[in-house]
């Protein structure tokens, strides 16, 4: 039987059960306050000694979820604006039993072609979380222009055309896929 890493912040039941822990020993690790249960699938680990990121939470509470819109933007640098919470994406019929007083998640429901497009999943250490590609980030913006702001939609688009690494190509792409060509061909021929 393993010990549960430091480095870990969230870990799932399945994996507990792989590393040798019966549901009578993982009772045992909550008792002792080694672990938290914070939903039906997912412990905290209380003795984690590493960063602290909400993107984390976020991972361990929406299990199929994607940081998406203002965190993700925020995430790529793509805009000083401090969210005051982490935008998570899940597909139309998932559900969601609990969420953490804190950090304050805020869900989008995604149909599965928009949920479909742009994920990609970023490690740190042991830990990790899924979060849509910077172009996918862009165009979700962009459609959802009018929740997010219009100020906000238009420097965001500013300081992503400003960068040396931007893939124009994939932008439009994505932007063919989800049925927004026209807006993001508006907003680029107003800002170029």
């Keep these: 039987m393993g010990a549960i890493s430091e480095g870990r912040k969230f870990i799932k039941i399945a994996e507990l059960k792989d590393m040798g822990y019966s549901y009578y020993k993982i009772g045992k690790l909550e008792e002792n306050g080694t672990i938290k249960r914070i939903n039906r699938s997912t412990y905290e680990n209380l003795s984690y000694k590493g960063e602290e990121n909400d993107f984390f939470s976020a991972e361990a509470y929406v299990p199929d979820g994607v940081i ?16 005051d919470a982490v935008d998570v994406a899940i597909a139309r019929k998932k559900k969601v039993s ?14 599965p072609g928009r949920m479909a497009l742009g994920v990609q999943e970023i490690r740190d250490g042991e830990n ?12 979700d913006i962009i459609y959802y222009r009018n929740k997010v702001g219009i100020e906000e939609t238009s420097e965001i688009l500013k300081k992503y055309l400003e960068r040396k690494d931007r893939q124009i190509d994939r932008l439009y792409g994505y932007a063919k896929k989800l049925r927004c060509e026209k807006i993001i061909r508006t907003y680029l021929e107003v800002l170029i």
């Design 128 to 139: 990790s979380f899924n979060i849509f590609d910077i172009e996918k980030t862009v165009v």
């Design 68 to 83: 998406c819109l203002m965190s993700a933007a925020r995430y790529y640098g793509l805009t000083d604006f401090l969210p």
């Design 98 to 111: 609990t969420l953490p007083d804190w950090p304050e998640i805020r869900i989008y429901y995604f149909d």
